[in-house]
């Protein structure tokens, strides 16, 4: 009977991880700043996406 071990390279693995929490990051501060933006311009910019992810803006 022969055993067979798979291995997962530590690099990829770790790369794949790294760049799924920057995206989550950079989406998250993206959503943050578009939902809590206090200038005129930045607001009526984000008007739209905060009436449809349920921010409340006026």
Known sequence: MTTQTKTIDG????????????????????????GHAQSATLHDAAHDVRHATGFPCH
């Open 11 to 34: 690099t990829k693995a770790q790369s794949a991880l790294l760049a799924a929490l920057f995206v989550a990051v950079l989406g998250g501060a993206m959503l943050f700043l578009a």
